[in-house]
């Protein structure tokens, strides 16, 4: 057999050697090449010569043609190939080459079927992967936002009056929204008349005192009528109000205080698109917000660590809900990872900072699986070693889905290492004893005692005695041997209890989110 690599992504060509060892059971010889005639991967049973050139003419036509059809080429038919696409765009053209004879014209359309199958698997893999990556975007774009607001708010601890919070403020939006100009108006009683007076900004905003005070009424009547914010600019439709010449585009945003404005954040003349959208409109009444309340600044960052854990558990949900049977498994496997490690905690130097990292990485730890075939799941019978390694691949995809987030690196382990055991025996990289971090160790029990005592489509669930007799045994080989113990003094009929009652969401605390908003607000610091 010979391996020729090129930077295909791992996944893919570890799918293209496991098909190609299955072809070459079958006398057959596979070879794999990339769009621009480059050999990626060639399998040979060792039963025949193959010419790599011919194939990859054959290869190069069949690229050409773009079909999603099977094309045949020789004598005999002997030569199959067939563009595999990831999901939409060529990225290789498989080749099938069988002994120059005719009486194997049967066993060629068995393989034809084979590579038709393994094509659709290779283009759903694929999709599955793009959805892994907007993923990740969609989380590190959430964290930017988290940052900046987090930031306001932890900076109310040392700032001194309100324009110098304000400042900072119009300083910390301005990196995010490129604007010509960005003031704060703040509510002052002159001369005993209620007026709008500039109190912090930065760049060009042409609104005078007269200005203001006009466009406190318009933006009180613009939230009247039910939106949350002004916006007007020249473009279509053109403008609404009229403003002095400078002005291209406007937004304003409240600061309230109960039921009144005491304040307005306004940002003129955006650069880089023409209007302000949406988007803009969400970021500048949460840093508005911030300003207007920034004695409970904590608290609003805890609204907004609320909403990320939100995400975070509906995303988890959405993993779990694939099987009946695994519904809720993330959240128990979070709450239980975080019972071992408080437990931990009172033997070794263990921190709440780790134990909250510990507790997410519960809660992520089968994130890898987002992208996975539901049928290979949901599969009653035996899996073949083709699911098995489909499978066997969640904690490094989960763990890529991860890498790129600095503010996770912590967690990262936990979900990269929680099938591997002590011995050696684990997945994926086969690590032993202390190699393994121990937030993988941790997991890897918890992982474990939820899956035992929990039914599923192929087995029923085992007893607690059961389970925990499981875990005994195994001290040493699977589970390391000081989280077991852990684990195993630790009063298990509390726990039973309140997983079995629905209480892991409040137990301790008041509800879910506020102790999965604790845990998030340890990544941002």
């Given at each position: ?292 309340v920034f004695i409970e600044n904590n608290r609003l960052f805890g609204d907004l660590k609320e909403l990320f854990i939100g995400s975070l558990k509906s995303l988890t949900n959405s993993i779990d809900a694939k099987d009946q049977y695994t519904r809720g498994h993330s959240e128990r496997v979070a709450f239980i990872s ?48 083709s699911d098995l390694n489909h499978i066997k691949a969640h904690p490094r995809v989960g763990a890529d889905i991860l890498a790129d987030i600095k503010q996770m690196k912590d967690i990262v382990p936990g979900i990269l290492y929680h099938h591997e055991h002590v011995d050696g025996t684990g997945y994926p990289e086969g ?95």
């Amino acid at each position: 057999m010979t391996d020729t690599i090129t930077t295909m992504p791992a996944v893919r060509f570890d799918m293209l050697a496991d098909f190609a060892a299955n072809i070459n059971r079958f006398g057959a010889t596979f070879t794999a090449f990339d769009t621009s005639g480059q050999c990626i991967l060639q399998s040979s049973a060792g039963n025949f010569d193959s010419d790599t050139s011919r194939l990859a003419q054959y290869a190069h036509l069949t690229c050409r043609g773009q079909s999603d059809t099977v094309v045949r080429f020789g004598t005999y038919n002997e030569v199959l190939a067939l563009c595999l696409k990831a999901p939409d765009e060529t990225v290789a053209v498989a080749v099938i080459q069988t002994p120059d004879v005719n009486e194997d014209a049967e066993k060629r359309d068995y393989l034809e079927e084979m590579l038709l199958l393994f094509a659709d698997r290779f283009r759903a893999d694929a999709k599955a992967q793009k959805q892994i990556e907007k993923v990740g975007t969609e989380l590190a774009r959430t964290y930017e936002e988290l940052v900046l607001l987090y930031n306001l708010s932890t900076s109310t601890k040392v700032t001194q009056s309100n324009a110098t919070y304000l400042q900072m403020a119009c300083d910390q939006i301005t990196s995010l929204v490129n604007v010509e100009g960005i003031a704060v108006f703040l509510e002052r009683k002159l001369d005993g008349e209620k007026r709008f007076v500039l109190t912090a900004g930065s760049g060009v905003v042409e609104i005078d005192q007269f200005t203001a005070d006009i466009l406190e009424i318009r933006l009180a009547e613009e939230l009247k009528s039910g939106n949350d914010a002004l916006l007007d600019s020249i473009v279509d439709p053109p403008f609404k109000y009229d403003w002095p010449d400078g002005i291209k585009s406007i937004i304003a945003v409240p600061l309230h205080a109960a039921d009144r404005i005491i304040g307005m954040m306004v940002a003129t003349n955006i650069i880089g698109k023409p209007d302000f959208d949406s988007i803009d409109v969400k970021l500048f009444n949460s840093v508005a917000n911030q300003c207007a309340v920034f004695i409970e600044n904590n608290r609003l960052f805890g609204d907004l660590k609320e909403l990320f854990i939100g995400s975070l558990k509906s995303l988890t949900n959405s993993i779990d809900a694939k099987d009946q049977y695994t519904r809720g498994h993330s959240e128990r496997v979070a709450f239980i990872s975080r019972w071992i490690a408080e437990r931990l905690a009172q033997e070794r130097p263990i921190d709440d900072e780790q134990i909250h990292k510990i507790y997410l990485a519960g809660l992520l730890h089968d994130i890898g699986k987002i992208g996975m075939n539901e049928s290979v799941l949901k599969k009653a019978g035996k899996l073949s070693e083709s699911d098995l390694n489909h499978i066997k691949a969640h904690p490094r995809v989960g763990a890529d889905i991860l890498a790129d987030i600095k503010q996770m690196k912590d967690i990262v382990p936990g979900i990269l290492y929680h099938h591997e055991h002590v011995d050696g025996t684990g997945y994926p990289e086969g690590l032993t004893g202390d190699r393994i971090p121990l937030i993988g160790k941790i997991i890897c029990l918890a992982d474990a005692f939820d899956a035992m005592t929990s039914k599923r489509v192929y087995r029923e669930a085992m007893s607690i005695k059961r389970a925990l007799a499981e875990i005994e045994k195994n001290l040493g080989t699977q589970f390391d041997p000081e989280v077991g113990r852990v684990f195993l003094n630790s009063d298990i009929r509390k726990l039973w209890k309140i997983i079995q009652d629905g209480f892991i969401e409040s137990w301790d605390y008041s509800n879910f989110s506020e102790y999965g908003a604790e845990a998030v607000g340890t990544l941002i610091r």
